[in-house]
């Protein structure tokens, strides 16, 4: 077993998978040979992931922002994962609230509910009053779950050094993936990052061009009284989006549903957090989007946030233009722009893969295409051909797939292109002029003006180094190492072979002339070494796999 310190965790883990029948994992925890990768089923591999406890739970949440790793069965049956666990006990809770507030209890809360609204894998959630009448909400690390995460962290990394060892660990990089995982699972117990995180989002949305921010809520972090343990925020009283009657509610005044209203703010929310601000609120699931008692929608939980540099919002806006257009090579395009592997990719194989996808949605209006299932799909796509994508792609799709699943279930009439042209058509704008439309013009008139002073100058040097014949040029093409060794197999094989045939020739000559018995013993040591050889080339042609 690797991993001594951790034996009886192993042990447990075994025995569930055992339990469970994932026949290709027992044999890597035992050191059995288990060179090709065998996953459970996507329920079987929920069930195990519940057996082991509330850290893989966690994980198994984290694996289903993934679709660059798995498949859309796989991503469907992991989002159904609940963290829920029975709560921990008030005694336990309050030593952890003493041990993180500066001032005692009582002087900071004039009540706390010791029965908690939620409880997680990593903390639970209790109502409370500070002593200045102010309602806040606590979020409380479960005690001693730092010392779980980090051996479960351990056994993580010792399963991917093994998975490593395989062609499907290098292929995949494993090991990179799993340290990727663990930061993730290390830094969820960490309430500051996730304060701080709240409070980014909440600057961001207080401001905008394309709905109203006093619409949108996130809560206020106390961070007076928060710590990497306990998290201290303005409580939000409201209800789970999807659970509100809205045959009572009239946001307008006018008798108008507000289901439609509700569901423009949400897009137009969540696309200048993904396309104009990059960073977005990553898990917008039913349970983390309220309405409040005052008609407002509050954004809750923001634990999980993506990240997008300019460039990677520029491609992805492109992208949902080319699929709007079904622009199949387009698509392979901007994919290629995407891809952090440098592996070779066969672009035609790429794009008949994209045109079998798309073709699918040439007889459907747009309204009826679910473009949070286009996006799953591009990324299958990519995996197929070995194209790795960055982790924020797997965010990307899970938020504008939860985005959609909630605003679909909210008003089944939802046109998304309706909902985003006007937002595309924004975004093309500002990635064109900026949002400062006469700064772009100023800065692009200075680059012309250096452009227009640098250039006598370049082409003057490269004149000069063309009529001096010191011109040199740097060519790196891919592939050609490969082809390098192949024409030399190639061209040793042939030496071989013509030397087989002259041994064999001179062979028969001598045999033909021979007149002593030393000519005779000489033509059978030529015939002897024409048939080792040639008998080593065939075996090293079988080999190699290329006979045909």
Same mark, same amino acid.
């Given at each position: 077993?690797?991993?001594?310190?951790?034996?009886?965790?192993?042990?447990?883990?075994?025995?569930?998978?055992?339990?469970?029948?994932?026949?290709?994992?027992?044999?890597?925890?035992?050191?059995?040979?288990?060179?090709?990768?065998?996953?459970?089923?996507?329920?079987?591999?929920?069930?195990?992931?519940?057996?082991?406890?509330?850290?893989? #739970?966690?994980?198994?949440?984290?694996?289903?922002?993934?679709?660059?790793?798995?498949?859309?069965?796989?991503?469907?049956?992991?989002?159904?994962?609940?963290?829920?666990?029975?709560?921990?006990?008030?005694?336990?809770?309050?030593?952890? #609230?003493?041990?993180?507030?500066?001032?005692?209890?009582?002087?900071?809360?004039?009540?706390?509910?010791?029965?908690?609204?939620?409880?997680?894998?990593?903390?639970? #959630?209790?109502?409370?009053?500070?002593?200045?009448?102010?309602?806040?909400?606590?979020?409380?690390?479960?005690?001693?779950?730092?010392? *779980?995460?980090?051996?479960?962290?351990?056994?993580?990394?010792?399963?991917?050094?093994?998975?490593?060892?395989?062609?499907?660990?290098?292929?995949?990089?494993?090991?990179?993936?799993?340290?990727?995982?663990?930061?993730?699972?290390?830094?969820? +117990?960490?309430?500051?990052?996730?304060?701080?995180?709240?409070?980014?989002?909440?600057?961001?949305?207080?401001?905008?061009?394309?709905?109203?921010?006093?619409?949108?809520?996130?809560?206020?972090?106390?961070?007076?009284?928060?710590?990497?343990?306990?998290?201290?925020?303005?409580?939000?009283?409201? *209800?789970?989006?999807?659970?509100?009657?809205?045959?009572?509610?009239?946001?307008?005044?006018?008798?108008?549903?507000?289901?439609?209203?509700?569901?423009? +703010?949400?897009?137009?929310?969540?696309?200048?957090?993904?396309?104009?601000?990059?960073?977005?609120?990553?898990?917008?699931?039913?349970?983390?989007?309220?309405?409040?008692?005052?008609?407002? =929608?509050?954004?809750?939980?923001?634990?999980?946030?993506?990240?997008?540099?300019?460039? *990677?919002?520029?491609?992805? *806006?492109?992208?949902?233009?080319?699929?709007?257009?079904?622009?199949?090579?387009?698509?392979?395009?901007?994919?290629?722009?995407?891809?952090?592997?440098?592996?070779?990719?066969?672009?035609?194989?790429?794009?008949?893969?994209?045109?079998?996808?798309?073709?699918?949605?040439?007889?459907?209006?747009?309204?009826?295409?679910?473009?949070?299932?286009?996006?799953?799909?591009?990324?299958?796509?990519?995996?197929?051909?070995?194209?790795?994508?960055? %982790?924020?792609?797997?965010?990307?799709?899970?938020?504008?797939?939860?985005?959609?699943?909630?605003?679909?279930?909210?008003?089944?009439?939802?046109?998304?292109?309706?909902?985003?042209?006007?937002?595309?058509?924004? +975004?093309?704008?500002?990635?064109?002029?900026?949002?400062?439309?006469?700064?772009?013009?100023?800065?692009?008139?200075?680059?012309?003006?250096?452009?227009?002073?640098?250039?006598?100058?370049?082409?003057?040097?490269?004149?000069?180094?063309?009529?001096?014949?010191?011109?040199?040029?740097?060519? %790196?093409?891919?592939?050609?190492?490969?082809?390098?060794?192949?024409?030399?197999?190639?061209?040793?094989?042939?030496?071989?072979?013509?030397?087989?045939?002259?041994?064999?020739?001179?062979?028969?000559?001598?045999?033909?002339?021979?007149?002593?018995?030393?000519?005779?013993?000489?033509?059978?040591?030529?015939?002897?070494?024409?048939?080792?050889?040639?008998?080593?080339? =065939?075996?090293?042609?079988?080999?190699?796999?290329?006979?045909?």
């Amino acid at each position: 077993m690797f991993l001594t310190q951790t034996v009886p965790r192993q042990r447990e883990i075994l025995e569930v998978l055992l339990r469970n029948g994932w026949e290709y994992m027992r044999r890597l925890l035992t050191g059995g040979k288990a060179d090709e990768p065998q996953l459970p089923t996507p329920a079987v591999l929920k069930n195990i992931l519940v057996d082991l406890g509330p850290v893989y #739970i966690k994980l198994g949440q984290l694996l289903s922002t993934r679709p660059d790793l798995l498949n859309a069965s796989y991503i469907e049956e992991l989002s159904t994962l609940q963290d829920e666990v029975p709560p921990v006990p008030w005694s336990d809770v309050e030593l952890v #609230i003493r041990q993180q507030l500066a001032t005692s209890i009582s002087e900071t809360f004039t009540t706390i509910n010791p029965e908690p609204i939620a409880a997680g894998s990593i903390a639970q #959630i209790h109502r409370a009053t500070l002593t200045g009448g102010k309602e806040v909400a606590l979020k409380i690390q479960r005690p001693g779950i730092d010392i *779980t995460v980090a051996k479960d962290i351990a056994l993580i990394q010792g399963i991917a050094d093994l998975v490593a060892r395989t062609e499907f660990g290098q292929n995949y990089e494993i090991k990179s993936i799993a340290e990727e995982f663990c930061q993730a699972l290390a830094a969820e +117990l960490d309430f500051t990052r996730e304060a701080g995180f709240t409070d980014q989002l909440r600057r961001n949305l207080s401001h905008s061009a394309w709905f109203d921010p006093q619409q949108i809520v996130v809560a206020e972090i106390d961070w007076n009284l928060s710590s990497p343990k306990l998290l201290v925020m303005e409580w939000l009283d409201g *209800t789970p989006l999807l659970s509100v009657n809205f045959d009572t509610i009239n946001i307008d005044g006018d008798g108008s549903a507000p289901q439609k209203a509700i569901t423009s +703010l949400l897009f137009r929310a969540f696309f200048q957090q993904i396309y104009v601000n990059g960073f977005f609120h990553a898990d917008p699931h039913p349970g983390n989007i309220f309405y409040l008692q005052d008609g407002r =929608i509050a954004l809750l939980d923001c634990g999980m946030v993506g990240r997008l540099d300019p460039r *990677t919002q520029q491609i992805l *806006t492109e992208m949902l233009l080319a699929i709007v257009d079904l622009d199949v090579q387009r698509c392979a395009q901007l994919t290629l722009q995407l891809a952090t592997s440098s592996q070779p990719v066969v672009l035609s194989r790429l794009e008949n893969d994209y045109d079998r996808m798309l073709r699918r949605y040439y007889n459907l209006s747009l309204s009826q295409m679910n473009f949070a299932q286009v996006i799953y799909e591009i990324l299958q796509i990519a995996r197929n051909n070995k194209i790795r994508l960055p %982790s924020n792609m797997g965010l990307y799709a899970k938020t504008l797939a939860n985005l959609e699943g909630v605003a679909r279930t909210l008003n089944p009439e939802l046109n998304f292109i309706d909902e985003i042209q006007p937002l595309i058509t924004d +975004l093309v704008r500002r990635q064109i002029l900026g949002n400062s439309p006469l700064r772009s013009l100023l800065r692009t008139v200075l680059d012309l003006k250096s452009l227009s002073l640098q250039s006598p100058r370049q082409v003057e040097l490269l004149l000069d180094r063309v009529t001096s014949e010191t011109l040199q040029w740097n060519l %790196s093409i891919r592939g050609l190492d490969n082809l390098r060794r192949t024409m030399d197999d190639a061209a040793n094989r042939l030496s071989f072979s013509i030397l087989v045939g002259s041994l064999i020739m001179g062979a028969a000559i001598i045999s033909s002339n021979a007149r002593t018995a030393q000519l005779l013993f000489v033509s059978n040591i030529l015939f002897a070494a024409a048939s080792l050889l040639g008998l080593w080339l =065939i075996i090293s042609i079988l080999r190699s796999g290329r006979l045909n």
